[in-house]
């Protein structure tokens, strides 16, 4: 079983920047797609940004030019660097990871962030 652990949540104000990173108990090298969701309350959940196995990465229009995705494969971590917050990025961020031959999809617990005015 894959287990994926969120860590770098908190309070920032708007401006600020935080970095979450996401450890995985396998090698992310069997992972097709490795990336980062959201949930704000009342809300559904949302792709924020995603990394392939080849490096190729994808963003939500609304974190283009603020977030940075990246992976370490060495150390088996998925991270996101997070600027420019704003209070609309106020969430519970998750890790996901894909195997898309097994048709797999991994969770994290989530990790919360709060963006103050």
């Known amino acids: 079983q894959v287990q994926l652990v969120e860590s770098g949540g908190g309070l920032v104000q708007a401006g600020g920047s935080l970095r979450l990173s996401c450890a995985a108990s396998k090698s992310i090298f069997i992972f097709n797609t490795v990336g980062w969701y959201r949930q704000a309350p009342g809300k559904q959940r949302e792709l924020v940004a995603t990394i392939t196995r080849e490096g190729s990465t994808n963003y939500a229009d609304f974190v283009k030019g603020r977030f940075i995705i990246s992976r370490d494969n060495a150390r088996n971590t998925v991270s996101l660097q997070m600027n420019s917050l704003k209070p609309e990025d106020t969430a519970v961020y998750y890790c996901?990871?894909?195997?898309?031959?097994?048709?797999?999809?991994?969770w994290g617990q989530g990790t919360q962030v709060t963006v103050s005015s």
């Open positions: 996901n990871a894909k195997i898309d031959v097994m048709n797999s999809n991994f």
